[in-house]
């Protein structure tokens, strides 16, 4: 059975540009998550959906973010303009009991 | 205060010694508790529950401590392959017992 997917798993791009991450969750999961990791600030997370409703989107860092999620078998997250502090690792996670998990993540450089 | 505290290490140790992984949490009315692990550049997967009564799997025990509102791992006869980063995790208790609060991560490094 296939894991969370996400794409691209690397992405570099300069200050300014759109960018457009993509996670397909585990079947049949109804929680999706989406969280960013730095070496300063360790994994946050910054919006999570329920049965494809966003529930709390209060770690979103500004306007510049924007996730959807159109069906329960895919979600993206959106930040645009990119800005050289965007660069992270984004990882989005499904669960449907307690334990989340995690894809393979996003590797972003915005230069 | 943060609301999930860890040492960051590394816990540098040699194969076969035991070694353990203390964690605070700030939220006292949190109501489950992990231990995940994460490789270098890889995705953090669960390790395990940490249950109130302690729990063991194989060479790993998790303890919690309510009261003192931390979290411990055991890790007997370390190997190698134990080398990683552990976070310890926390659920937010009233934001929907799912959404969880992840720390920083102890480093871990097993040397032969």
């Known amino acids: 059975d296939a894991g969370v997917i996400q794409s691209p798993r690397h992405e570099v791009t300069e200050m300014g540009q759109e960018v457009t991450l993509r996670c397909k969750p585990i079947?049949?999961?109804?929680?999706l998550f989406w969280y960013r990791q730095t070496m300063m600030r360790g994994l946050e997370l910054l919006i999570y959906f329920n049965n494809n409703v966003p529930i709390d989107d209060s770690g979103m860092p500004e306007d510049r973010f924007s996730a959807k999620m159109p069906n329960a078998s895919f979600s993206t997250l959106k930040i645009q303009p990119s800005e050289p502090r965007d660069s992270a690792v984004y990882f989005c996670?499904?669960?449907?009991?307690?334990?989340?998990?995690f894809g393979p993540g996003t590797r972003l450089t915005v230069l | 205060r943060k609301e999930v505290e860890q040492d960051p290490g590394p816990f540098n140790v040699p194969e076969g010694a035991t070694v353990a992984f203390n964690c605070t949490y700030s939220n006292s009315a949190s109501q489950s508790f992990f231990w995940y692990r994460q490789d270098c550049r890889k995705e953090p997967k669960l390790l395990m529950s940490v249950y109130s009564s302690g729990n063991e799997d194989g060479r790993f025990t998790a303890q919690l401590n309510r009261a003192s509102q931390y979290i411990s791992l055991l890790i007997r006869d370390s190997k190698l392959s134990d080398s990683a980063t552990y976070l310890c995790?926390?659920?937010?208790?009233?934001?929907?017992?799912?959404?969880?609060?992840f720390g920083k991560g102890t480093k871990l490094s097993v040397i032969p």
């Open positions: 995790v926390v659920n937010n208790p009233g934001a929907g017992s799912y959404q969880l609060t």
């Open positions: 079947s049949g999961h109804d929680y």
């Open positions: 996670a499904s669960s449907l009991n307690n334990e989340q998990f």
